[in-house]
């Protein structure tokens, strides 16, 4: 409980939510995964290419494939094709608050995140050269962990495109702890195709809302699939920087 309570008090200088990547959400980089592609189970494979928003560069792309019912890998990989970061996924105990491992080899950054009984066990470190920090947050209703933004968007798709807004703890594996945000239908970003619905994902806290901008998400209206994040990466740069994307997926 103490967990959860310090996870209100987030500090300025937090890391933002991924997927990612992401990210789920992902990108939602992870909450971007094929982890809860709901309309066609064909599908395999997801490439999100990440542009930069003020210069519109290409920054890198994430691939998402599809290892079985349960498993998904994803690599991260520079504009020039080298593979820079991989991730690992299992959603066979939690769509939405699901286990996975990630790392990043442009600074070392690595990160594990294991579902075990009723509680998150956490391991971070930050960089090559920075001790590993371990520590864990009870798994209670409403946690949200990397790709499961994308599963509880889908999960709860008929109750969210009401209107309705709805909280949840979503996991910073930096601090090893949860932090409240409110999801919830909102505008499109300029240049959203159309026939998409587009939600927001914001902190509750109105001082953190000073420092951290919204995340907003398109999703195809018709078959809910995750086509556009945009806001602050799950993966960090060179010098461990969260930088600022506009991702797009694209299924095979």
């Known amino acids: 409980m103490a967990k959860m309570e310090r996870s209100k008090k987030l500090s300025l200088n937090c890391v933002p939510v991924l997927i990612t990547g992401a990210l789920l959400f992902t990108s939602l980089s992870s909450a971007e995964t094929l982890s809860e ?6 599908i395999s494979k997801v490439v999100g290419s990440a542009y930069s928003l003020d210069e519109k560069t290409l920054l890198y792309r994430e691939t998402h494939t599809k290892q079985s019912d349960s498993i998904y890998t994803v690599e991260y990989s520079e504009p020039d094709g080298q593979v820079f970061a991989t991730k690992s996924l299992d959603s066979s105990k939690s769509s939405i608050a699901p286990s996975f491992s990630q790392l990043n080899e442009r600074n070392g950054e690595k990160i594990d995140v294991l579902q075990s009984g009723k509680k998150l066990e956490i391991s971070y470190q930050e960089n090559s050269q920075a001790s590993l920090e371990k520590d864990s947050v009870p798994l209670v209703p409403g946690v949200v962990v990397d790709a499961g933004f994308n599963a509880f968007v889908t999960q709860y798709w008929d109750t969210l495109i009401t209107g309705k807004e709805m909280d ?5 594996p930096s601090r090893q702890s949860t932090y409240s945000f409110r999801f919830g239908k909102s505008d499109c970003i300029d240049g959203t195709e159309s026939g998409v619905t587009c939600f927001s994902l914001k902190p509750v806290s109105w001082f953190v809302r000073m420092a951290v901008d919204p995340i907003v998400v398109a999703y195809d209206s018709e078959n809910k699939r995750l086509l556009r994040f945009t ?3 799950n993966i960090s740069n060179e010098q461990g920087k969260y930088q600022n994307v506009d991702i797009q997926y694209r299924y095979f």
């Open 37 to 42: 592609s709901p309309a066609d189970p064909t």
């Open 168 to 172: 949840i703890e979503f996991l910073v």
């Open 231 to 233: 806001g602050r990466a």
